[in-house]
């Protein structure tokens, strides 16, 4: 059964800049899997980063960047701030009506 | 407003039923595809089921056969009808509405808490 994989706990120094990814146990992350990305805190709502690998959702700031790196999606935070201490989880479209989650990533900042 | 309103949550016995609904109210309900996804206490996202506009239907491996869920266009409603409840069902239930091949509007979550 595939499995969509992310990083364990990560963290990043403010001001740097930290690259999550979003890959599959089973083939390679492309466009066509629409990958987005979603930011939660504890206690709130998810909220939509990137969309269809690399659009930036409305109001989402521009240090927030996704791509497709080799065989994954990428998630990168340039110039990462206190504020984006958070976990973050990808979500592919597998195809008829299909979705899965990436089991996230909790990102510190420090 | 734009929003999903889900209710129906609550504490059922393990192998119990429990029928989740989502109200959407200030977008056209009949031309977005809707989904639950739920998120167990201190654990990720995970996608449940999905219904298209057209009213076709998909699901996870982990609720195929336990889980139906439909939509009224009539009352702009969402529904997920639970059966077969196992404790790992536990988890905060989200209506999402899906745009474009993602995640867009998030309601607030109704709270399936089965015990064992």
């Known amino acids: 059964q595939t499995v969509v994989t992310q990083e364990p706990p990560f963290s990043v120094s403010p001001g740097g800049t930290v690259t999550l990814t979003c890959g599959l146990t089973s083939g390679s992350v492309s466009t066509t899997h629409y990958p987005s990305w979603y930011q939660q805190t504890p206690g709130q709502l998810p909220r939509t980063l990137i969309y269809a690998t690399n659009i930036r959702s409305s109001g989402v700031p521009d240090r927030f960047s996704g791509s497709i790196l080799g065989n994954k999606a990428a998630l990168t935070i340039t110039g990462a701030q206190a504020d984006d201490e958070s976990d973050y989880y990808c979500a592919l479209y597998m195809g008829s009506g299909i979705w899965m989650f990436g089991g996230g990533t909790k990102l510190t900042v420090l | 407003e734009v929003q999903l309103m889900e209710s129906g949550g609550g504490l059922v016995q393990s192998g119990g039923s429990l029928r989740l609904s989502c109200v959407a109210s200030?977008?056209?309900?009949?031309?977005?595809?809707i989904n639950w996804v739920r998120q167990a206490p201190g654990k990720g996202l995970e996608w449940v089921s999905y219904?298209?506009?057209?009213?076709?239907?998909s699901y996870a491996d982990s609720v195929k056969g336990r889980f139906t869920v439909s939509r009224d266009n009539a009352k702009t409603s969402l529904y997920l009808q639970m059966n077969g409840l196992r404790a790992e069902d536990t988890a905060v239930y989200y209506c999402?509405?899906?745009?474009?091949?993602?995640?867009?509007?998030w309601g607030r979550g109704t709270l399936v808490t089965v015990s064992s």
């Open positions: 999402v509405r899906d745009y474009h091949y993602y995640f867009d509007l």
């Open positions: 200030g977008f056209t309900f009949t031309t977005y595809s």
């Open positions: 219904v298209a506009s057209t009213g076709a239907t």
